[in-house]
């Protein structure tokens, strides 16, 4: 436990803690990897690129702004529970940490990649460049840059690692915390890039003359905790798709529809889902870009005969009816949580029992395992949201689904799960918030998906 953020003290929620350092950890190696285009020279030499390295310059752009966007989230999140209202760094050193961590990787990931789009600007160009296909906006990578070479969001990150360097022994006496174990030494490997940035930093305020331009924005820099971004909350904003809902609207899956699926929602059923707005549906292709798997409730799945190890079903007990794969990983949720989006889609397989029963145990043994931002699907301690589906239905009688390459990994599009789920006999049970809001059933659900797909 992070006992000192418990809740009964005014403080951050554990779960936020928790949480952030799931996604953090998750989307570590991707933010350090950069965007690997090992054909790039060749692209420039020609002065072009081929279709093919088109395809795969927008995939794997799509799965670094992915990552990139779990730890802007993150770094909003815990941003407000080590705020100055809240405390401070200092008072909540564990939230700082952890904040801190996702601020280092963010701007290692967005310095990497300015990086070589400085040197071809071809690169930058087709970057910038929108594909509805993959989820892209116009001009995603123009923004990142001016926020790596803004002086007030700079002077702000060495702000934090002044903080960091001269708390550095406390922060590390946090490692006796299991919890946080895995950011204390995150940190402190990433110690070496730390410093070279806040030399790097000093060295541009001499060079740029930042003095003159930071007496007319003093009061903006101090008032940020992080803020390098301006603000993290600001940087995830900029990022939701304008125009499509209005700020603050509630999503359209209310409480009473969430009420009425779990009567008519079965253990084994797929769910597929979609925000109108949200980041989530950015750099993911498709109408419907996301899955959850749904467990039942415990008597539910009592009844199919499940059995499960102990801690296993400690974890899963009411209100826990879902298996997904987000951010922080996959975790079990109660239906509040992975039915908080603006509509979804039903699918159920064709089988019943024992095998079902066997379905979910294969399943629920991949809870805990962090998120796959690389979204490959050759590795299986990390998965992606369809992942957890693919591997669960993965030696059921007569049912199973299979990779397709894209871009060069092996993995499946919820698309694609669709496709191959409505060729091996699933039916779509139920649709929401497509269309109308209200739940439909039958045939007019299965009319009002295949709509949706064909719209694509």
Partial sequence: MLHVMRPAEGHAPDTRIRQGVRTVLGAA????????????AAASERGYFTPGEDELVRLRYSQYLSARTALLSTLSTLEQACSPAAGGWHARLPAFTVAFAAACLLLRQARGLAGPAAREPMLARKLDEASRGHGLPRKTFARMFRATTDPVRLLQFRRAADFYEKHRSEITQLGSNPELLPIVRLLAEEEEWIERRRRDIVRRRLEYGWFTFLRRHRSAWKKSVFGFFESSGRAVADLKQPGVKPPGAPKRVSDEHRTEILRLARPGDIF???????????????????????????????????????????????????????????????????????????????????????????????????????????????????????RAYDGATGLGFSLVETGGRLCLPAEELIAQALEQGFRVVAACGVGRDEIDTGTRAELLLHANRSAL
């Avoid at 190696?29 to 790039?40: E, S, T, W, Y």
């Avoid at 499960?308 to 949580?337: C, I, Y």
């Avoid at 979910?360 to 992606?384: I, P, Q, T, V």
């Fill in 272 to 390: 597929l889902t979609r925000h109108d707005d949200a980041l989530s549906n950015l750099f993911l292709p498709g109408f419907w870009p996301h899955a959850a798997f749904f467990l039942g409730s415990e008597a539910q799945r009592a009844e199919l005969g499940v059995v499960l190890p102990a801690g296993l079903a400690r974890r899963a007990r009411d209100p826990v009816v879902f298996l997904e794969a987000k951010k922080d990983g996959v975790r079990f949720r109660p239906v509040e949580d992975t039915l908080e989006v603006d509509a979804f889609v039903v699918l159920r397989p064709p089988l019943t029992g024992p095998e079902l029963a066997a379905i979910l145990e294969r399943g629920m043994g991949h809870e805990g395992k962090l998120f796959d931002f690389s979204f490959d699907f050759r590795n299986s301690d990390r998965l992606a949201c369809t992942e957890v589906i693919y």
């Fill in 29 to 40: 190696d991707v933010a350090r990897a950069g965007l690997v285009l090992p054909f790039l």
